[in-house]
């Protein structure tokens, strides 16, 4: 079977545009792996990026990896780089991306599949150092603290120089892993997990971490994050977004929305010159650019006029990432138009005004149905709209209100095809909601039922929702610690975890936490102060709005 995955890698690389790597060897090779499938990959810009940065620095080597989708179950199997096809073994580092707490059970996948050991202090020398980084990780990394030798904590520019020089001053010097990880512990945004042991108290409850290292760790950001040309550095038609260049616009998000990790872990807010980039991307991929424009929020710095007139000189697609609807003027509406983008994204996440000021959301079903009798000028076929149940004080009446405004919508936009797309709400750490429970799956599977019958026979409308199972498997992970460990045994079946793990998810999942209470996560300090964050959940009860972040702002810490 080996020679049919080198074929279809050795296919998809071929398929590829833009970076190439010139580089035959390095002094330490890195393989960095995407724990999903190839097309994930590329649509996923801090990944690309992070090959391309080490790629920059001299004596390293970095090559990519991701999971076939016919990769085995339950045998062993050698993981291959893209670039060379290079059995993952021979690398010096392993490295994991990881955005998204589901694909921690591709970690553990893979470390079986490649009969390496699960867990750090049973690897000695003969296996690569294996380290991980992204926000998922980032913002909680006590689940998987016991598999990584390493695992950073933050925007990875500035600290891959750093890092690289000490990867070659470990093979220069012949460190072994235990020395290499002394030495790395001094970088801001390095943590090393089993240097630091959580002690609990009689009812379950972290009491405290004694560490050789000083904690909290504290979140790298990138100092020169302006300045920086961020864009994807491969298109490929294989791409979850077909031979699309993803670009950076800005990084962090002024709204405040209460359930957002994004909106608090990058913060400060920071701006890129967009004209700027695109320039350089029309350099770098000279002909039929499409461009997939990240914006998780919009501000008055961004020129839409001059972008508008560049992008129709150089023959640009645009295409614009979920956008506030309070922010889409007819400027960008009409960015779209010309893009030929088909599908608009907006999320109201809930059908109440009431709900939406509890999640920091500020605007109203009226604002929203005024946006969409614009839509009808623009003809855009199809409306996708995000909605999340299961939000702190939702009733019965809230769910009934996400049927009565798509109702609406769908009536104003008859000839447009809508979907709706269905999720629990996660509680996630560094947010207003951390200290929230979640609901149990009876709860959610009636939700599911009443919005789908209600939305039965609805011609233009179609609704999508997450499974219930996983979601509550993400939020035990999200907010778990090193305790849970135990469900890794249990490769993608959410529903056994849930049935054979009782009391963890009723301890992680169904349990309010108390106002004090030492968190998995406080071994991290991304510069919101705890004291903030639960004064905006002490606001979200009362149905009070935060307005939005603005300079010289000290309230949440951060600058």
Not at 16 to 23: Q, R, T
Not at 26 to 40: K, M
Not at 142 to 163: N, Q, R, T
Not at 395 to 418: A, R
Request: charged share 30%; proline share 4%; net charge positive.
């Amino acid at each position: 079977m080996n020679w049919y995955f080198i074929k279809q890698i050795k296919e998809l690389k071929e398929q590829e545009k833009g970076y190439k790597l010139s580089k035959k060897g390095g002094d330490v090779s890195i393989l960095l792996i995407f724990p999903n499938r190839y097309s994930l990959s590329l649509g996923n810009l801090g990944y690309l990026s992070v090959y391309k940065y080490f790629n920059d620095q001299k004596g390293i080597l970095c090559e990519r990896a991701y999971i076939p989708d016919e990769f085995p179950k339950n045998t062993s199997f050698p993981l291959y780089s893209i670039e060379t096809q290079r059995p993952a073994i021979d690398f010096d580092i392993w490295a994991f991306s990881l955005s998204f707490e589901m694909d921690y059970f591709n970690v553990i996948r893979i470390l079986n599949l490649e009969k390496v050991p699960i867990f750090s202090k049973d690897r000695d020398e003969n296996y690569p150092l294996i380290m991980a980084g992204g926000i998922a990780i980032s913002s909680n990394p006590e689940p998987l603290a016991e598999v990584f030798d390493l695992i950073f904590i933050g925007e990875a520019e500035d600290f891959i120089k750093e890092f690289s020089e000490y990867l070659i001053l470990k093979k220069e010097k012949n460190w072994d892993k235990i020395t290499f990880l002394e030495k790395v512990s001094s970088l801001e945004g390095v943590y090393i997990p089993r240097f630091s042991t959580p002690f609990y108290g009689n009812d379950g409850k972290i009491l405290k971490y004694e560490s050789l290292q000083r904690l909290p760790i504290k979140k790298r950001v990138s100092k020169n994050f302006s300045s920086l040309v961020s864009f994807s550095c491969i298109t490929s038609p294989k791409s979850v977004f077909p031979n699309m260049v993803l670009l950076e616009g800005v990084r962090g998000c002024i709204h405040q929305c209460r359930f957002c990790l994004a909106g608090y872990f990058y913060r400060p807010f920071r701006r890129k010159d967009i004209l700027t980039n695109m320039f350089e991307i029309t350099k770098y991929f000279s002909d039929n650019v499409r461009i997939g424009l990240i914006l998780p929020s919009i501000d008055k710095s961004i020129p839409w006029n001059d972008l508008k007139s560049f992008i129709e000189d150089n023959e640009i697609l645009l295409s614009l990432s979920s956008l506030r609807l309070d922010q889409i003027d007819d400027n960008i509406l009409e960015i779209i138009t010309h893009s030929k983008q088909k599908t608009l994204t907006i999320a109201p996440e809930t059908g109440s005004d009431r709900l939406r000021s509890v999640i920091n959301k500020n605007f109203s079903n009226e604002d929203i149905i005024n946006f969409v009798g614009k839509l009808k000028d623009f003809h855009i076929k199809n409306l996708k709209l995000y909605f999340m149940i299961g939000l702190p004080t939702e009733t019965s009446k809230d769910l009934e209100e996400i049927y009565k405004l798509v109702d609406e919508i769908s009536s104003i936009l008859s000839k447009t095809h809508v979907s709706i797309s269905i999720s629990p709400f996660v509680p996630k750490p560094h947010t207003p909601f951390q200290w929230e429970k979640m609901q149990d799956v009876d709860y959610y599977i009636t939700a599911y039922k009443y919005l789908s019958d209600k939305f039965s026979g609805k011609r233009n409308i179609k609704i999508e929702h997450e499974d219930v199972y996983s979601s509550l498997v993400q939020g035990l992970i999200s907010r778990g610690d090193r305790r849970i460990s135990i469900i890794w045994n249990y490769l993608y079946n959410s529903k056994k975890i849930y049935k054979n793990f009782k009391e963890l998810i009723e301890f992680y999942l169904f349990r309010e936490r108390d106002k004090d209470e030492f968190f998995p996560w406080n071994v991290i300090d991304i510069g919101v102060k705890k004291e903030y964050l639960w004064r905006e959940r002490e606001k979200a009860y009362q149905g009070k709005i935060t307005h939005k972040c603005f300079e010289g702002c000290k309230a949440c810490g951060v600058c």
